[in-house]
């Protein structure tokens, strides 16, 4: 299955974008109006007549995530390493997404371990794979399960470990108003499922302690 397409569970297979019809610009533009309206304002006053394009435009930046495929960032993978099979990590990855449930930030940090196997990806490709799940809308689990799921398929590292830590917007600048609440999802496989000392290591190095 494309990694693209890929969600927590089989039953809840998602359509690809291309399934999708994407209304136009121009359709898009009016529906920021409408919003605009909803909200009480005047969409015709001066100072919001080109939100809805600025609106639009800001959109495509912030969910570009959804042509984008991650798995092309990591195909490249180098093996002259002079045998190097220790812990690679990358520690405090900052990300922004948005909650699927009101369209609201997320904003936080994502720490990603692997012990390579074969070869080892360019780490800027794990800030990049962050990067592309993370512009498009999801909950924290399942944007932590497919960075997991699309390193680990296409590296096939020993052992990988990936968590977030996020603050969520939706519950500070509404409903329950709690800011400073973070979040930490996890996903581990390989060694670091199976050796509860390869997991402690990890959370002591993204604590910023030593092994
Ligand atoms: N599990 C999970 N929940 C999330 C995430 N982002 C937002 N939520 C939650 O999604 C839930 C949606 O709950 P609903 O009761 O359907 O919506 P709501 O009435 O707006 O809920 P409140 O936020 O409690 O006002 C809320 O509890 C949010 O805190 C996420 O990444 N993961
Ligand atoms: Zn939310």
Not at 52 to 72: C, M, N, T, W
Not at 86 to 102: L, T, Y
Not at 127 to 144: G, S
């Amino acid at each position: 299955m494309d990694a693209v397409l890929k969600n927590g569970s089989a039953s809840h297979q998602r359509k690809s974008p291309k399934e999708i019809r994407r209304p136009s610009r121009e359709e898009a533009e009016a529906a920021v109006r409408t919003l605009l309206a909803w909200t009480g304002d005047d969409p015709d006053r001066e100072g919001l007549l080109d939100t809805p394009k600025r609106v639009v435009k800001a959109y495509s930046e912030l969910f570009g995530g959804y042509f984008e495929d991650p798995i092309q960032h990591l195909e490249r993978t180098f093996e002259d390493v002079g045998g190097y099979k220790d812990i690679v990590m990358v520690r405090g990855i900052p990300f922004h997404s948005h909650c699927e449930h009101h369209m609201l930030p997320f904003i936080g940090q994502a720490h990603i371990a692997y012990y390579p196997a074969e070869g080892v990806v360019g780490l800027s490709k794990l800030a990049r794979v962050v990067d592309i799940f993370a512009k498009r809308l999801q909950t924290q689990e399942n944007l932590t399960a497919q960075i997991a799921s699309a390193i680990d398929d296409q590296l096939a590292p020993r052992g990988l470990a990936v968590l977030l830590e996020a603050e969520h917007q939706c519950m500070t600048m509404r409903g329950v108003q709690k800011p400073g609440v973070s979040t930490i999802t996890t996903q581990f496989t390989g060694i670091f499922q199976d050796e509860p000392a390869e997991q402690a290591k990890f959370m002591s190095l993204v604590r910023g302690g030593g092994l």
